[in-house]
């Protein structure tokens, strides 16, 4: 590498010179996503030389993605997107390192990956991913870039640069929910503000040069070109520790059996619709669906056992983090569901 | 009069971008507490900036009327 022709025009720069091509050569991003943003992000950062950059995500390419992840055609449909990525951008600059890797972050993996690099980028489309990224981030002490979308408008900010304010000062809690661009809808041209937005971010952050939006939410509206800045502070009241990131983020999921929970004193809790058969009629139960939990957390007893249950276990599953990420504490997934409970009842 | 300005999801629920207030109360408390009444917004669900500056709900304080207020919530999106 060095200071070739491919780098020049931004080596002119004043701000940049060669120290500045050399502290991109030099530096580690992880870009946390491979969907709208990450395509939108990865180009830019691969074109500028940055050394080493690893990509994370565990989703494969979908028709309904082709329309503003520009990495991909149809052709790569049903292909792990981080494979595509990874050529596509080899392609674009073949001088530095880009690491894919074809998994969704964990609780488990999240620590391990960030500690291996020195900035990191959220291109996630989940709340609850983003505040996996903000707990990981900040045991690991790296700053991280965030972004994100509804529609038109968009946020963008860095957290824990410099130990400055996280995602947590801004908003402490996850909401209830918020849509993901799926179930909101997006253009595509909005993304790509969101993700240039950042992208800028990662340059001045690496190249220390210009304000950082650190402890700065910019609010941008597509729809009106209004731009907007808010303040916050870091809320010294919150704390992320190992104990209160295991608590938060990894579950494993404690399994009994039908037999031994009939012979405890505890709840069946059956988180299908109504309506779905078969209908399992036991002692101490509960239908609540498990898309309307979270509003029904008063029916349910926070110290004795709680048996989950629905039709294949996939649900039971989405219940069982629910209620463990909101402090029950006493809470099984039943080893059979519906179709072998009804012979067993 | 004080200006409330809405964003994402919380400019749904509202149906406005932004409107004009005249409370007879100057607590950013009382004044919440209306518009949480007025569009069924839960506790949690937003934060809650006074002249572009995050506030802290618990030290409740005073606004006057050249005042901007900004309900933000998180996005997911992306």
């Given at each position: 590498m060095g200071s070739n022709a491919r780098y020049s025009r931004q080596v002119n720069l004043p701000q940049v010179g060669s120290a500045g091509q050399q502290k991109l050569e030099a530096a580690r991003v992880l870009v946390m996503g491979a969907g709208g943003l990450g395509c939108a992000v990865l180009p830019y950062l691969v074109a500028s030389g940055i050394g080493h950059i690893g990509i994370i995500d565990g989703d494969v390419v979908s028709e309904s993605n082709l329309h503003r992840q520009?990495?991909?055609?149809?052709?790569?449909?049903?292909?792990p997107k981080v494979s595509i990525a990874q050529k596509k951008l080899g392609a674009l600059n073949p001088d530095i390192q880009i690491i894919a890797e074809n998994a969704y972050l964990t609780g488990e993996n999240a620590l391990k990956t960030v500690r291996n690099y020195d900035l990191i980028i959220d291109?996630?489309?989940?709340i609850a991913a983003r505040y996996l990224i903000n707990d990981a981030c900040v045991l690991a002490e790296k700053p991280f870039v965030h972004a994100s979308i509804y529609r038109f408008q968009t946020q963008v900010s860095v957290f824990n640069y410099q130990n400055g304010p996280t995602y947590r000062c801004l908003f402490p809690s996850p909401p209830k929910e918020a849509p993901s661009c799926a179930e909101a809808g997006v253009l595509g041209t909005s993304v790509a503000l969101a993700g240039m937005l950042q992208a800028n971010e990662v340059m001045k952050i690496i190249l220390g040069i210009g304000d950082v939006l650190s402890g700065q939410l910019l609010l941008k509206d597509g729809l009106t070109n209004k731009q907007e800045i808010f303040r916050f502070k870091k809320n010294k009241t919150i704390q992320i520790t190992p104990e209160s990131f295991k608590q938060e983020h990894q579950h494993e999921i404690k399994r009994i059996d039908f037999a031994s929970a009939k012979a405890q004193n505890g709840i069946f809790l059956d988180v299908r619709q109504?309506?779905?058969?078969?209908v399992i009629n036991l002692p101490n139960s509960i239908q609540i669906p498990v898309q309307q939990l979270r509003d029904e957390f008063?029916?349910?007893?926070?110290e004795t056992p709680i048996y989950i249950f629905c039709q294949s276990g996939k649900r039971s599953e989405a219940g069982y983090k629910l209620l463990a990420e909101n402090d029950f504490k006493n809470v099984f997934c039943l080893l059979e569901n519906a179709p072998e409970l009804e012979q067993l009842t | 009069m004080l200006t409330v300005y809405y964003f994402g999801e919380i400019a749904d629920k509202t149906g406005l971008t932004s409107e004009k207030m005249d409370p007879q109360e100057q607590q950013i408390s009382v004044i919440l507490q209306a518009l949480k009444e007025k569009y069924a917004l839960q506790n949690g669900e937003f934060q809650v900036a006074v002249n572009h500056e995050l506030i802290d709900l618990s030290q409740d304080l005073k606004v006057t009327e050249t005042d901007e207020i900004a309900l933000l919530s998180a996005f997911a999106g992306g």
């Open positions: 520009l990495l991909y055609t149809a052709e790569d449909i049903d292909q291109g996630t489309d989940a109504k309506q779905e058969e078969p008063a029916q349910l007893p926070r | -």
